[in-house]
């Protein structure tokens, strides 16, 4: 079965400061990675995604998250912060499964941004 | 615009009574979902559908049912049977090109 964990619960950074928001994935072959952003009370906004080729992937907002297939992990990082940009973070797994496609979720990360 | 639009955004009920949100989409997406967010839980998959008239059970769908009638709609209803329904409903499309999800606002369940 496939899972996603994010490590962090919380994290709080300066604004201006540097950010990786961690996230390790299960899955039995090769997986496609997530990340998505979600302010209080709103939906989910997709920030960037990895299918395959190049590790490194970019996304909205100034977002980049790297593949590592050796440690599972798909780290969600930005050089540096915005006040705006504090908001729940959840990082997905799925694959190409076909007609029985779905999306695992981790259980997110809170982000706090400092004046 | 296209998108997907959840209704009500909030709704109270009084435990034994069913209560169904509404999910519609104009992104003529195939597949549907439905998730449940609790605090600290992240999104849990209640049930999905890949075509019309055809939908599978997610993994909490217990107290929960759905249909699929149309493509455009994914109604979802919680049922009495449900313990804790109290709980951040999140409707979803696929784009089967691109493999992502977009979500609707969510529909906030208060059982009094």
């Known amino acids: 079965a496939q899972s996603v964990t994010q490590p962090d619960i919380h994290i709080t950074v300066s604004e201006g400061a540097s950010l990786e928001l961690r996230c390790n994935y299960s899955y039995g072959a090769t997986p496609y990675l997530f990340w998505y952003v979600q302010s209080p009370g709103q939906g989910l906004q997709l920030l960037l995604k990895?299918?395959?080729?190049?590790?490194l992937v970019q996304g909205i907002k100034g977002f980049e998250a790297e593949f590592k297939r050796s440690q599972s992990s798909f780290n969600l990082r930005k050089p540096s912060v915005h006040w705006s940009d504090a908001a729940e973070y959840f990082c997905?797994?799925?694959?190409?499964?076909?007609?029985?496609?779905?999306?695992?979720f981790g259980k997110g990360t809170l982000l706090t941004v400092n004046p | 615009d296209g998108g997907i639009t959840q209704s009500p955004k909030y709704l109270f009920r009084k435990e034994g009574q069913n209560v169904t949100l509404s999910c519609e989409q104009n992104?003529?997406?195939?597949?549907m979902y439905w998730y449940r967010q609790d605090p600290g839980q992240g999104l849990r998959l209640i049930y999905y559908?890949?075509?019309?008239?055809?939908?599978q059970k997610g993994d909490i769908a217990e107290g929960y049912s759905v249909s699929r009638e149309k493509k455009e709609s994914f109604p979802l209803t919680v049922t009495s049977a449900q313990k804790n329904p109290t709980a951040f409903y999140l409707c979803?499309?696929?784009?089967?090109?691109?493999?992502?999800?977009?979500f609707g606002e969510g529909s906030r369940l208060t059982v009094l």
């Open positions: 990895y299918f395959s080729g190049d590790t």
């Open positions: 997905a797994v799925g694959g190409s499964g076909g007609s029985n496609y779905k999306l695992t």
């Open positions: 559908s890949q075509i019309v008239n055809d939908f």
């Open positions: 979803a499309s696929l784009d089967g090109y691109t493999g992502e999800l977009f």
């Open positions: 992104l003529n997406h195939d597949a």
